[in-house]
């Protein structure tokens, strides 16, 4: 699993997740994950929104059109990394909850799959007529 530590400046004690606000998928996937039920509170982020977290997100590289993060334990995961994580995280509490971590509980498989669900995420936003994130002025 692909993650980076963070200064100790920069280091959270909560979980964090940015994701794209404007993604009918993205929104309604940390929403029903229930990752607070799981492992307690959990911020959610909207990437699209000027706050420190995204703009030191964006600083250490990653790119939000890409794939959302997960801020967990002071560790960056992003994309497939992030998906993975938060499936390992979840438990299995809720059918929503055990389907997620059958299938993005093998970092190989969330490797494979998270590319699909970026390009429906792109294909959604194109239909609906949003920019991706990069296209926002902050």
């Known amino acids: 699993m692909t993650s980076s530590s963070q200064n100790s400046s920069e280091m959270h ?17 940390v929403r029903l ?3 607070k039920d799981a492992i307690g509170h959990v911020r959610l982020i909207n990437a699209r929104d000027n706050t420190a ?3 030191v997100a ?7 059109d890409e794939g959302m993060i997960c801020l967990y334990n002071n560790k960056y995961y992003h994309g ?11 438990g299995s509490s809720r059918i929503l909850n055990r ?3 059958c299938l993005f509980k093998s970092e190989r498989l969330s490797a494979i799959l998270y590319p699909v669900l970026r390009c429906g995420r792109n294909l959604t936003l194109k ?10 002025k902050f």
């Open 99 to 101: 389907i997620n971590h």
């Open 53 to 55: 977290e995204v703009r």
């Open 33 to 35: 994950l229930k990752l």
């Open 58 to 64: 964006q600083e250490h590289g990653y790119d939000l």
């Open 13 to 29: 004690s909560e979980t964090l997740i940015i994701y794209d606000g404007e993604c009918p998928f993205c929104k309604n996937y």
């Open 80 to 90: 497939a990394d992030a998906i993975h994580i938060m499936a390992m995280l979840s």
């Open 127 to 136: 239909i609906l007529g949003r920019k991706k994130i990069s296209g926002e």
